[in-house]
């Protein structure tokens, strides 16, 4: 397991995704929303919150469609089917390779655009904790969703749909996490229903995954 964990992250570093091309997204949706709806304070500090959250969404879909597609078209995804290693710890290694080179950075990079989008000091610490729990389920459902448009034409857009009516309970949690640390709320209440949808996810869809890869490659 861990040496295809190190072969995912270094095949994603050779492939040019990941660390550069998610942050840079979320960099440039932090920037064009001052300029969509004005940078004044009052105009931004209110959905500072959901921007940051759904910029990190859209930046983790940037590179779902590579999880299983250089595996497929190299036969690597039919040695890991038939090795003794269980395939659902092959996607859930494979989930945990994309967070490290996407959402791993996300996170890091999440105050720096806090601040670009006037987000309050007090709620910074809620958006990592809000980010650190809940990437993990979307790059697990992204690994869902990659593994059932595997070897499909133009999946890339298949995928998307599949896999953002998905990411909205976690969306929804991990922006009221964040707009009630802005308040000075108590967060306690979604920060458990966000870590209770990524327990969920973490645990049953790589299963599901499993299972649409092994119809895939048959």
């Not at 209110?46 to 999880?67: M, T, V």
């Not at 802005?182 to 645990?203: M, Q, R």
Request: charged content about 10%.
């Amino acid at each position: 397991m861990l040496a295809l964990l190190r072969r995912d992250l270094v095949l994603a570093v050779r492939a040019g995704g990941g660390f550069g091309l998610a942050v840079a997204f979320f960099l440039i949706i932090s920037a064009l929303v001052p300029f969509g709806v004005g940078p004044s304070v009052a105009a931004l500090r209110p959905i500072a919150a959901g921007i940051l959250w759904l910029g990190a969404l859209l930046s983790c879909l940037l590179s779902l469609d590579r999880i299983f597609a250089l595996d497929h078209e190299d036969g690597s995804l039919d040695l890991l089917a038939t090795a003794p290693v269980p395939l659902e710890g092959a996607v859930a290694v494979k989930a945990l390779a994309h967070w490290i080179t996407t959402g791993l950075p996300l996170v890091a990079a999440s105050p720096l655009f806090g601040i670009l989008l006037h987000l309050p000091g007090q709620a910074m610490p809620w958006l990592i904790i809000s980010l650190l729990i809940g990437t993990p389920a979307l790059s697990m459902l992204g690994a869902f969703g990659a593994a059932i448009t595997m070897g499909l034409r133009r999946g890339g857009l298949l995928l998307s749909l599949l896999v953002l009516p998905l990411y909205i309970p976690t969306l929804i949690f991990g922006t009221e996490i964040v707009r009630r640390g802005a308040d000075g709320g108590d967060p306690g209440t979604p920060i458990l229903f966000l870590a209770g949808i990524t327990l969920a996810v973490l645990a049953l869809v790589p299963f599901a995954a499993a299972a649409a890869l092994r119809i895939n490659l048959r």
